[in-house]
Each structure stands twice: as C-alpha cells, then as structure tokens.
T-cell receptor, first 115, second 115 residues
Framework: AQSVAQPEDQVNVAEGNPLTVKCTYS??????LFWYVQYPNRGLQFLLK??????LVKGSYGFEAEFNKSQTSFHLKKPSALVSDSALYFC?????????????FGSGTRLSIRP | GAGVSQSPSNKVTEKGKDVELRCDPI?????LYWYRQRLGQGLEFLIY????????KSGLPSDRFSAERTGESVSTLTIQRTQQEDSAVYLC?????????????FGQGTRLTVV
C-alpha cells in the first residue's frame, strides 16, 4: 500500500524568508513523487516531480524539492517566499513498481506568506 | 483538447436525486483519475482508469457511486440517490501513461451541492 503524509496543516512565513513544506511517503517499490499547488477556486497545478536521478529537483515558480530516500521525505522548498506563493500545496506519490498504481495525495498544507 | 474539461462546473441537486458528472481528458491521455475534495480538505481518491478498464475502484465510497469510461475518452461519474455528505468538488485528472512517471493534469472540477 502507498501513502503520503503532510504533517503541517499550515505554514506561515514572512515574505523574503525561505520556506519549507514537509512531505513523507510510504510505497512498496520505487517512489514517484509530485508536488501540486491549488490557488483559491482553481484546479491543481503541477509544480515538480521526482522520478530518478538527482535528489534535488527544480520546478515552476522557483520551487524545488529534495528527495531523501533514507528519511522517505520529499520536502518542498523555496529560497525566498513571495506573497503570491500563498496557496494550498499537495504532495503526491505513486508506486513506480506497480503496473497499475494510482496517484495518492496528502491532506494538503496551507502556505501563508505575510508581507 | 487543450486541457482537462469537466462539466458542469456547478451542480445543485436535491437530496435523493441522481447526478452525472462528466470529464473530457486531454486527447491521447490513457489514464484518467477521479478525486473528491471536501471543503478545506485534501484529495480523496475515488477511481482510476487505464484506457476503459478500471484497475482500481477502491476509493468509491459506496455502491451509490459508479464510473465508466468510453475507450480512452470521456468518463462519467454517477452518484445515485445523492446525500448531503456527497457535497464536494469532484476533480478529474488525466495523464499520458507511457510510463508511470508522467504527471497528471487536472480539470477545474465540478462543485456539487446537495440540498
């Protein structure tokens, strides 16, 4: 079985400061990991993914995420937060080993950037 | 089409009535997913199609929920005898499934309100 956890319901950061949104996962095989962002009254937008290779992956809007196999984590990061980054962020995982695996999402973390 | 299209965008129905929600995936995308998002909460997996077969229906909440897909095209999610607890945004996503590493693209969702 696969699962993903986002331990923080809310993260508050001052504009210009670095931000981290945490995600941990569990899969039987190789993890395929994704981050999505949801702005108010809009659908989910893909930010970035880890499949294989470099543990640090870069995505849209200056976001990056670090894959850590030993800690089974895939935290989302940004060096300098913008007020416009305020949104709901979802981590997702898929079991790359299974031939018919679904994409499972975490419960979401609301990121609030104060001016 | 250019993106995943869902219709209707909003649906208000009376308790006990049946509803059909439609999803048009991105042309050529073989995988299609349905999720439910209750207000302020995360994404709850409902069902996953690979082509027109559904290898994973484990998320359907009850036998009042069913879904079908025609070929690698349109999918409909049907909720029979709707209950107030069914009120949520229903999100559809599709992905190009050459490998399981491809990300899913989401529609804008159907907001269902059961009164």
């Amino acid at each position: 079985a696969q699962s993903v956890a986002q331990p923080e319901d809310q993260v508050n950061v001052a504009e210009g400061n670095p931000l981290t949104v945490k995600c941990t996962y569990s899969v039987s095989g190789n993890p395929y990991l994704f981050w999505y962002v949801q702005y108010p009254n809009r659908g989910l937008q893909f930010l970035l993914k880890y499949i294989t290779g470099d543990n640090l992956v870069k995505g849209s809007y200056g976001f990056e995420a670090e894959f850590n196999k030993s800690q089974t984590s895939f935290h989302l990061k940004k060096p300098s937060a913008l007020v416009s980054d305020s949104a709901l962020y979802f981590c997702a995982v898929r079991d790359g080993y299974s031939s018919a695996s679904k994409i499972i999402f975490g419960s979401g973390t609301r990121l609030s950037i104060r001016p | 089409g250019a993106g995943v299209s869902q219709s209707p965008s909003n649906k208000v129905t009376e308790k006990g009535k049946d509803v059909e929600l439609r999803c048009d995936p991105i042309s050529g995308h073989t995988a299609l997913y349905w999720y439910r998002q209750r207000l302020g909460q995360g994404l709850e997996f409902l069902i996953y199609f690979q082509g027109n077969s559904a290898p994973d229906k484990s998320g359907l909440p009850s036998d009042r929920f069913s879904a079908e897909r025609t070929g690698e095209s349109v999918s409909t999610l049907t909720i029979q005898r709707t209950q107030q607890e069914d009120s949520a945004v229903y999100l559809c996503a599709s992905s190009l499934e050459r490998s399981r590493s491809t990300e899913a693209f989401f529609g804008q969702g159907t907001r269902l309100t059961v009164v």
